[in-house]
């Protein structure tokens, strides 16, 4: 009930001015949350529970502390407000510190349409038989799909709320449901794993069972037969689902945090030309329903939309009102609430918008290189952009998928690999907040053997 | 056994035996073969550094109950956080939904079980330590990785500490709570010249409490290190890309047996046969100098526990003798469905997360050689001695994990600084390219979280200096 976590957020903002707050801010969450694993046709687990989420800020002056805790009873959240403001004395005054200014937060709260009422009329058993449907049509896709760690679906039904001292307070509901499917293909004795899912916040809008089931399989069987290729200089290619944590390093070198730390290779590079011109990279926290949307961020900025990069320029960077301030510039709505109750900043629908390209003729354009399904390690420097990852793909040899290539790496730097972007596809899909379309990198270099 | 005389949520939550055991009955309702409960409260603290200010102090607290209950392969899960009877109820009774048959029954607990082990014998909890001192050792930090060179630009450290309560109770009548303490600093130098910038990053702590930071891990001297590093790496060059001898050094590099082969012979994968270790029990998967041990036992490490999240006992599991694989890790439900014994190793992320097979402490033991005779060895390679995180794809067993400092090694001698670059190799088959064993086993420091299925633990690694005949390491220079 968002009533009442209204009243709740402020109830725990007058006691923090009542214990001598200069200022302080209020965010809860409720969550209702159900999954359901089906492994070889049976239900493996079963999951499900409604749960609270207070998160706390204080200001003295620009002195702050925060406080985080699932322990809503009235006497223990009292107390912990008052540790928390005696906390924020002890805490150095920082100049850029304080609540988001008054002109920041919305008029009025936008309707976004994050929630689809029709899911609560999902039976478990209608649920659970989502799950089995998605594992099934992966099995019956191929005798090589041997075996499966299952397929699953979950649901989250979210209540938002956000209060603060200077008379802010928001809220709003969301919902979404994801159905993923997890087989296995076997030949020759070696196995492999893929996936494939469907997310969104509307019922209706949830691909079928059967499709995500046989597109895994499809995914796994792939990757069968996987060999190591010799080093060499080639075209890399990545399918979107890549292509999205080449985005999110971006995001991660144009968020505020990043630049005013100095640990970005963007750093004082607005108006410059980062990337190739076919690279246009917003963030739009507006999109109706969309995965990231909301109609304010986490301190109560209003959301918008910011262009980042535009044809390979970089426009913007992304802030809260804490990097706004140190960076003069004014919040883009990008404030995000930390699990202790912190804000930093976060993506809201941040993608690299879809070009002409249809990815067969991306990989059509590729005499010999790489087009890459997966990528594993942590092998990415955002300070200055050096990149290097464990890859499995998919062999490109005169425009066509030939075999399947695991155990090599590709290594570059983030600041190269941006300019070499050749070729974007036409294939974005929204299944988070950062989205990117299929994109071809000139070059990068495959270590193997 | 040096608990307190009775758990905080007896002691403070109003919860009682008798709340218990018909929490159990009911979530028995439909028949399950096993129901367990398990109580969390998680207080932690966080007090932050940057720009030589202050910046951010928090706490915060978890608190709940999870409630499982297994049906055959099947587990049905509810978590309430609130304690209250009839929020408890409500959620034992969305738990019993994949059970079908209609045998309940009642629920008797024992005394508590004394689980043997007291391995964080602490008597000042990290929640209640003084902010003060905390951060004293921050402004410390930051002045000892400032004073260290000109061109660190950019200090960030942070000084994290938790006491984790928590009590488990089962319709088997086990009846077992631990109080688990832990302290983390860690701290981020930015150097910075001619517009090239490069990080450094350290950190430690265990289950302890601030006394370690005044003894055995200073934290002027991490930050030394982390500044050290970061210097180092404004020098280093691109780093080689191909096959090659690699040296492992002692320690954290460690995260090489948690990739390659820990999460391989974690049981979930195995019962299921999703793992590319699955069978191979008894057979050789490693050169004869490998042996690998998990061990939750040892005494104030970070991977430590008095018992596992299910109230099992943990133990020292030995993973590979001599090159052969000798068993898994477990957890209650795998040990079960494959007939062996638990091992102690069903851990959670907290009472919101179903139990898992997981990893505590992970090593090697020492060989016989000395680090000069491996580095002597080589002819062409790369030294790597610290490392950033790691990955494994269970199925394939392909696995990556990333130097943070390594160095050439160039007829026998360790030369120049190379960048950072990931490392890729085949879990089954990796550890039988080890060629040399040093006697200089090293644990980690205490940094080390795990993350499997979305939930993260604290654990440890450990390394004596390797030799690998082989690795394909993922840099840019032919």
Request: aromatic letters at 6%; one cysteine or more.
């Given at each position: 009930m968002?009533?009442?976590?209204?009243?709740?957020?402020?109830?725990?903002?007058?006691?923090?001015?009542?214990?001598?707050?200069?200022?302080a801010?209020?965010?809860?969450?409720?969550d209702?949350?159900?999954?359901?694993?089906?492994?070889?046709?049976?239900v493996?687990?079963?999951?499900?529970?409604?749960?609270?989420?207070l998160?706390?800020?204080?200001?003295?002056?620009?002195?702050?502390?925060?406080?985080?805790?699932?322990?809503?009873?009235?006497?223990?959240?009292?107390?912990?407000?008052d540790?928390?403001v005696?906390?924020?004395?002890?805490?150095?005054?920082d100049?850029?510190?304080?609540?988001?200014?008054?002109?920041?937060?919305?008029?009025?709260?936008?309707d976004l349409r994050?929630?689809?009422?029709?899911?609560?009329?999902?039976?478990?058993?209608?649920?659970?038989?989502?799950a089995?449907?998605?594992?099934?049509?992966?099995?019956?896709?191929?005798?090589?799909?041997?075996?499966?760690?299952?397929?699953?679906f979950?649901?989250?039904?979210?209540?938002?709320v956000l209060?603060n001292?200077?008379?802010?307070v928001?809220?709003?509901?969301?919902?979404?449901?994801?159905?993923?499917?997890v087989?296995?293909?076997e030949?020759?004795?070696?196995?492999?794993?893929?996936y494939?899912?469907?997310?969104t916040?509307?019922?209706?809008?949830?691909?079928?069972?059967?499709?995500?089931?046989?597109?895994?399989?499809?995914?796994?069987?792939r990757?069968?037969?996987?060999?190591?290729?010799?080093?060499?200089e080639?075209?890399?290619?990545?399918?979107p689902?890549?292509?999205?944590?080449?985005?999110?390093?971006v995001?991660?070198?144009v968020?505020?945090?990043?630049?005013?730390?100095?640990?970005?290779?963007?750093?004082?590079?607005?108006g410059?030309?980062v990337?190739?011109?076919?690279?246009?990279?917003?963030?739009d926290?507006?999109?109706?329903?969309?995965?990231?949307?909301?109609?304010?961020?986490?301190?109560?900025?209003?959301?918008?939309?910011?262009?980042v990069?535009?044809?390979?320029?970089l426009?913007?960077?992304?802030?809260?009102?804490?990097?706004?301030?140190?960076?003069?510039?004014?919040?883009?709505?990008?404030?995000?609430?930390?699990?202790?109750?912190?804000?930093?900043?976060?993506?809201?629908?941040?993608?690299l918008?879809?070009?002409?390209?249809?990815?067969?003729?991306?990989?059509?354009s590729v005499?010999?290189?790489?087009?890459?399904?997966?990528?594993?390690?942590f092998?990415?420097?955002?300070?200055?952009?050096?990149?290097?990852?464990?890859?499995?793909?998919?062999?490109?040899?005169?425009?066509?998928?030939?075999?399947a290539?695991?155990?090599?790496?590709?290594?570059?730097n983030?600041?190269?690999?941006?300019?070499?972007?050749?070729m974007?596809?036409?294939?974005?899909?929204?299944?988070?907040?950062?989205?990117?379309?299929?994109l071809?990198?000139r070059?990068?270099?495959?270590?193997?053997? | 056994m040096?608990?307190?005389?009775?758990?905080?949520?007896?002691?403070?939550?109003?919860?009682?035996?008798?709340?218990?055991?018909?929490?159990?009955?009911?979530?028995?309702?439909?028949?399950?073969?096993?129901?367990?409960?398990?109580f969390?409260?998680?207080?932690?603290?966080?007090?932050?550094?940057?720009?030589?200010?202050?910046?951010?102090a928090?706490k915060?607290?978890?608190?709940?109950?999870g409630?499982?209950v297994?049906?055959?392969?099947?587990?049905?899960?509810?978590?309430?956080?609130?304690?209250?009877r009839e929020?408890?109820l409500k959620a034992?009774r969305t738990?019993?939904?994949i059970?079908?048959?209609?045998?309940?029954?009642?629920?008797g607990?024992s005394?508590?079980?004394?689980?043997?082990h007291?391995?964080?014998p602490i008597?000042?909890m990290?929640?209640?330590?003084e902010?003060?001192?905390?951060?004293?050792?921050?402004?410390?930090a930051?002045?000892?990785?400032?004073?260290?060179?000109?061109?660190?630009?950019?200090?960030?450290?942070?000084?994290?500490?938790?006491?984790?309560?928590?009590?488990?109770?089962?319709?088997?009548?086990?009846?077992?709570?631990?109080?688990?303490?832990?302290?983390?600093?860690s701290?981020?130098?930015?150097?910075?010249?001619n517009?090239?910038?490069?990080?450094?990053?350290?950190?430690?702590?265990?289950?302890?409490t601030?006394?370690?930071?005044?003894?055995?891990?200073?934290?002027?001297?991490l930050?030394?290190e982390?500044?050290?590093?970061?210097?180092?790496?404004?020098?280093?060059?691109?780093?080689?890309?191909?096959?090659?001898?690699v040296?492992?050094?002692?320690?954290?590099?460690?995260?090489?047996l948690?990739?390659?082969?820990?999460?391989?012979?974690?049981?979930?994968?195995?019962?299921?046969?999703?793992?590319a270790?699955?069978?191979?029990v008894?057979?050789k998967?490693?050169?004869?100098?490998c042996?690998?041990?998990?061990?939750?036992?040892?005494?104030?490490?970070r991977?430590?526990l008095?018992v596992?999240?299910e109230?099992?006992?943990t133990?020292?599991?030995?993973?590979?003798?001599?090159?052969?694989?000798?068993?898994?890790?477990?957890?209650?439900?795998?040990?079960?469905?494959?007939?062996?014994?638990?091992?102690?190793?069903?851990?959670?992320?907290?009472?919101?997360?179903?139990?898992?097979?997981?990893?505590t402490?992970?090593f090697?033991?020492?060989?016989q050689?000395?680090?000069?005779?491996?580095?002597?060895?080589?002819?062409r390679?790369?030294y790597?001695?610290?490392?950033?995180?790691g990955?494994?794809?269970?199925?394939?067993?392909?696995?990556?994990?990333?130097a943070?400092?390594?160095?050439l090694?160039?007829?026998?001698?360790?030369?120049?600084?190379?960048?950072?670059?990931?490392?890729?190799?085949?879990?089954?088959?990796v550890?039988k390219?080890v060629?040399?064993?040093?006697?200089?086993?090293?644990?980690?420091?205490?940094i080390?979280?795990?993350?499997k299925?979305?939930?993260?633990?604290p654990?440890?690694?450990?390394?004596?200096?390797i030799?690998?005949?082989?690795?394909?390491?993922?840099?840019?220079?032919?």
């Amino acid at each position: 009930m968002i009533s009442a976590l209204k009243e709740i957020a402020r109830r725990v903002v007058d006691r923090a001015k009542e214990k001598g707050a200069s200022a302080a801010d209020a965010f809860l969450r409720e969550d209702e949350t159900f999954g359901v694993t089906v492994r070889r046709g049976e239900v493996e687990k079963l999951k499900e529970a409604v749960s609270q989420n207070l998160r706390l800020r204080v200001f003295l002056g620009n002195r702050t502390a925060t406080s985080q805790t699932s322990d809503l009873s009235p006497s223990r959240v009292d107390q912990l407000v008052d540790e928390t403001v005696e906390m924020a004395h002890l805490t150095s005054a920082d100049e850029s510190g304080g609540l988001p200014d008054e002109d920041a937060y919305p008029a009025e709260v936008p309707d976004l349409r994050l929630s689809d009422p029709t899911w609560s009329s999902l039976s478990p058993d209608q649920r659970i038989d989502l799950a089995r449907r998605a594992e099934a049509a992966a099995f019956q896709a191929d005798s090589r799909i041997t075996n499966s760690e299952g397929a699953s679906f979950e649901f989250e039904r979210s209540e938002t709320v956000l209060a603060n001292t200077v008379g802010f307070v928001g809220g709003y509901e969301a919902t979404a449901g994801s159905l993923v499917s997890v087989p296995i293909a076997e030949s020759n004795g070696s196995m492999q794993q893929d996936y494939w899912f469907s997310v969104t916040r509307y019922r209706d809008k949830l691909d079928s069972p059967e499709d995500i089931g046989r597109h895994a399989a499809q995914r796994a069987l792939r990757r069968l037969g996987a060999q190591k290729v010799k080093t060499c200089e080639v075209p890399i290619v990545f399918d979107p689902l890549v292509a999205r944590t080449l985005v999110k390093h971006v995001f991660d070198a144009v968020s505020g945090d990043a630049i005013y730390r100095k640990r970005s290779f963007l750093v004082g590079q607005t108006g410059e030309q980062v990337a190739s011109e076919s690279v246009t990279i917003v963030d739009d926290a507006r999109l109706i329903g969309g995965l990231g949307s909301s109609p304010f961020d986490d301190e109560g900025v209003a959301t918008r939309l910011t262009p980042v990069v535009e044809n390979g320029i970089l426009r913007s960077y992304l802030h809260s009102a804490y990097t706004g301030r140190k960076l003069g510039a004014r919040p883009t709505g990008n404030g995000s609430r930390t699990g202790g109750g912190n804000i930093s900043v976060g993506p809201t629908n941040f993608y690299l918008k879809p070009g002409q390209e249809s990815p067969d003729a991306i990989i059509a354009s590729v005499k010999s290189g790489l087009y890459v399904v997966e990528l594993i390690g942590f092998g990415v420097n955002t300070v200055n952009g050096d990149y290097s990852r464990g890859v499995t793909g998919l062999w490109i040899e005169d425009g066509k998928l030939a075999y399947a290539v695991q155990e090599v790496t590709i290594a570059g730097n983030l600041r190269e690999m941006l300019r070499n972007i050749e070729m974007v596809g036409n294939d974005i899909a929204f299944i988070g907040s950062v989205a990117a379309p299929t994109l071809k990198i000139r070059s990068m270099t495959l270590s193997g053997e | 056994m040096n608990l307190p005389g009775r758990s905080v949520f007896l002691e403070s939550y109003g919860v009682t035996i008798q709340d218990i055991e018909s929490y159990l009955s009911a979530a028995l309702e439909r028949g399950g073969d096993y129901a367990d409960l398990f109580f969390e409260l998680r207080i932690n603290h966080s007090i932050g550094l940057e720009e030589q200010l202050i910046k951010t102090a928090t706490k915060a607290v978890n608190l709940g109950v999870g409630i499982r209950v297994l049906s055959g392969e099947k587990t049905g899960y509810a978590y309430s956080e609130n304690l209250d009877r009839e929020s408890i109820l409500k959620a034992a009774r969305t738990a019993a939904f994949i059970a079908s048959s209609s045998a309940g029954g009642s629920v008797g607990l024992s005394t508590p079980t004394d689980h043997g082990h007291n391995l964080y014998p602490i008597t000042l909890m990290p929640a209640e330590l003084e902010i003060r001192e905390k951060i004293a050792l921050l402004e410390q930090a930051d002045a000892a990785a400032r004073s260290y060179d000109a061109r660190i630009r950019q200090v960030q450290a942070s000084f994290v500490d938790e006491t984790r309560h928590t009590l488990l109770a089962s319709s088997e009548g086990r009846y077992v709570w631990d109080v688990q303490p832990m302290v983390r600093f860690s701290i981020t130098c930015i150097a910075e010249e001619n517009g090239n910038r490069q990080y450094g990053l350290q950190g430690g702590g265990g289950r302890r409490t601030l006394e370690i930071f005044r003894e055995a891990l200073d934290p002027r001297a991490l930050a030394r290190e982390a500044a050290r590093q970061a210097v180092l790496l404004l020098g280093a060059q691109e780093a080689p890309a191909g096959p090659m001898e690699v040296v492992l050094g002692p320690g954290w590099p460690g995260i090489l047996l948690h990739e390659a082969i820990g999460h391989g012979l974690e049981a979930d994968f195995n019962r299921k046969r999703t793992s590319a270790f699955s069978g191979l029990v008894g057979q050789k998967v490693a050169s004869e100098l490998c042996t690998v041990v998990d061990d939750g036992t040892i005494p104030f490490r970070r991977g430590s526990l008095n018992v596992d999240d299910e109230g099992n006992p943990t133990n020292r599991t030995v993973l590979i003798e001599n090159g052969v694989l000798k068993g898994y890790l477990q957890d209650r439900l795998s040990s079960k469905l494959m007939g062996v014994p638990a091992t102690g190793n069903g851990r959670r992320q907290g009472y919101d997360h179903i139990p898992l097979p997981r990893m505590t402490n992970t090593f090697m033991m020492a060989g016989q050689s000395t680090r000069e005779e491996v580095i002597r060895s080589v002819k062409r390679g790369l030294y790597a001695t610290h490392f950033g995180g790691g990955q494994v794809d269970i199925t394939s067993g392909k696995f990556v994990f990333t130097a943070s400092e390594a160095y050439l090694i160039e007829d026998g001698k360790v030369t120049a600084p190379v960048k950072g670059a990931s490392l890729i190799g085949d879990g089954p088959t990796v550890l039988k390219k080890v060629t040399m064993v040093a006697n200089d086993l090293q644990l980690d420091q205490g940094i080390g979280i795990c993350s499997k299925d979305g939930q993260m633990i604290p654990v440890g690694v450990g390394l004596p200096t390797i030799k690998i005949d082989q690795i394909t390491v993922g840099g840019t220079r032919k």
